[in-house]
């Protein structure tokens, strides 16, 4: 009875993933169908010579933010696939340049929504062992979610701070929260939450699952604390250069 209740609990978890994987690439064609059907329609517009002027330069801006759109979707999976499989050289990193690079990213967008982004605490930390290009594809994923789930006139906060050998870099929103059934999936690549009230979220929630892989391959931790309504926080925490 017992090796059958293992078997019948085996077989739920694989059905499960199952679905999750299934559906996982059902978001990737939904995700992919749109931009692709927009920078499609706009090049067959262009093509026939029907647009002229400043609606010439408006639809190649739009084809351009539309083929941006796809090429950092697919870079983020073959990113997530390929990190199994290269671990870098590491070298000192300063955590405060990469979060200052991300954020000078983010700035239009934040302001987009109404959301502020600020740096809090010491910048002048100690410098970590790392790979800044996956760092910072780690901390943009953080500052990008908290975005997303921010309400207009919210804001992002980026604290740093240092306890005994280790970096910590912690961003915090006051934006939706997290459900307490969630938290324990929300690092799984085939977990998204599509909407919260009328609110409808775009990506594959691809992002926390791309900087938990990162952490852990840098040997540090990652931590996330939330409530609903109130916002989350989540904390890197990585080993300083020796």
């Known amino acids: ?31 992919l169908r749109t931009p692709l059907m927009v920078a499609g329609g706009y090049l067959h517009a262009l093509k026939k010579g029907m647009l002229s002027g400043e609606q010439l330069q408006a639809t190649v801006e739009t084809i351009s933010r539309n083929v941006d759109q796809i090429v950092n979707l697919t870079n983020d999976i073959l990113f997530l696939q390929e990190m199994d499989l290269v671990l870098p050289d590491f070298q000192p990193i300063n955590m405060a340049h990469v979060v200052e690079n991300v954020i000078t990213k983010y700035e239009s967008k934040a302001k987009a ?7 809090k605490g010491n910048t002048k930390v100690s410098d970590i ?26 804001s992002v906060e980026i604290r740093f701070s240092e306890e005994n050998n280790h970096v910590k870099i912690t961003v915090a929103d006051n934006g939706i929260g997290i459900a307490p059934e969630h938290l324990p999936r929300i690092f799984d690549r085939f977990f998204h939450l599509e909407k919260n009230g009328e609110e409808l979220y775009s990506g594959l929630g691809i992002g926390l699952s791309i900087t938990r892989q990162v952490i852990q391959q840098h040997r540090g931790t990652l931590e996330v604390e939330s409530e ?11 080993l300083k250069w020796k």
């Open 113 to 119: 929504r109404g959301v502020s982004l600020k740096t």
């Open 1 to 31: 009875r017992l090796r059958a209740s293992e078997i019948a609990d085996a077989y739920q978890k694989l059905a499960e993933q199952d679905l999750a994987r299934r559906e996982f690439l059902t978001n990737i064609a939904h995700e």
């Open 129 to 154: 062992q790392g790979d800044q290009p996956s760092l910072e594809r780690a901390v943009t994923a953080l500052i990008d979610n908290a975005i997303k789930f921010s309400p207009p006139n919210g």
């Open 228 to 238: 609903i309504g109130k916002g989350s926080t989540f904390i890197i925490s990585l």
